[in-house]
């Protein structure tokens, strides 16, 4: 069963990092795009990031420029959110989620995905 699976959630202080993963099982991410997506308690999902396996392109959400860093491990099936400098405004629950294709941050809110993770909890809190 083709599936994704986000780990690497927790608890951290302001300033702190964690790394999320998203790790695919019954496909590769070859000619995928992969989006890191979170949602905050009474907010709207909001797009963070995305690495498009094609060209190996990457966007970011002003909000997460130059504290956060997506990656992938093709050998691992598994993409990559470094989360630095966290702020308590970050904690969300992350979600990850696959487009089959290429895709910018301009339409990453509408695009069409065909696997979605269940999400993993960041809280950033003293």
């Known amino acids: 069963q083709d599936q994704v699976a986000e780990s690497g959630g927790g608890l951290v202080q302001p300033g702190g990092s964690l790394r999320l993963s998203c790790t695919t099982s019954?496909?590769?991410?070859?000619?995928?795009?992969v989006a890191w997506f979170r949602q905050a308690p009474g907010k709207e999902r909001e797009g963070v990031s995305i690495i498009n396996t094609r060209d190996d392109s990457t966007y970011y959400a002003d909000s997460v420029q130059g504290r956060f860093t997506i990656s992938m491990d093709d050998a691992k099936r598994t993409v990559y959110l470094q989360m630095n400098n966290l702020k308590p405004e970050d904690t969300a629950v992350y979600s990850c989620?696959?487009?089959?294709?290429?895709?910018?941050?301009?339409?990453?809110?509408?695009?069409?995905?065909?696997?979605w993770g269940q999400g993993t909890q960041v809280t950033v809190s003293s």
């Open positions: 989620a696959t487009h089959f294709g290429r895709i910018s941050m301009g339409i990453m809110s509408h695009a069409p995905y065909r696997h």
């Open positions: 019954g496909f590769t991410l070859h000619n995928y795009a």
